[in-house]
């Protein structure tokens, strides 16, 4: 049974920086961040493949950084200025042969 489990979320102020954590049972090639604010529809924020290719949302590149451990089963992702419009859920991800694994989201919110 494949399990996505997030953490590192909180309440930070305009400016400030989280570090989010997703532990995996299994690491697969292609894992990621995404993100769904209240009305709106989950997006992408970052993925990583196993090679370390990344690829980032506009609205996040050069604010935000993945990385991934794979000796220790985890996914990271560094959030750097963050922005009232970066409140969400933030759910790690996984895609393996056309199926997808979630893990239940940690809330992010950035207000003063």
């Known amino acids: 049974q494949v399990t996505l489990v997030e953490s590192g979320g909180g309440l930070v102020q305009p400016g400030g920086s989280l570090r989010l954590s997703c532990a995996a049972s299994v690491m697969f090639n292609a894992m990621g961040w995404y993100r769904q604010a209240p009305g709106k529809q989950r997006e992408l924020v970052a993925a990583i493949t196993e090679s370390g290719k990344t690829n980032y949302a506009d609205s996040v590149r050069g604010r935000f950084t993945i990385s991934r451990d794979d000796a220790k089963n985890t996914l990271h992702l560094q959030m750097n200025s963050l922005k009232p419009e970066d409140t969400a859920v933030y759910y790690c991800?996984?895609?393996?042969?056309?199926?997808?694994?979630w893990g239940k989201g940690t809330q992010v919110t950035v207000s003063s």
């Open positions: 991800a996984a895609e393996d042969y056309g199926k997808d694994y």
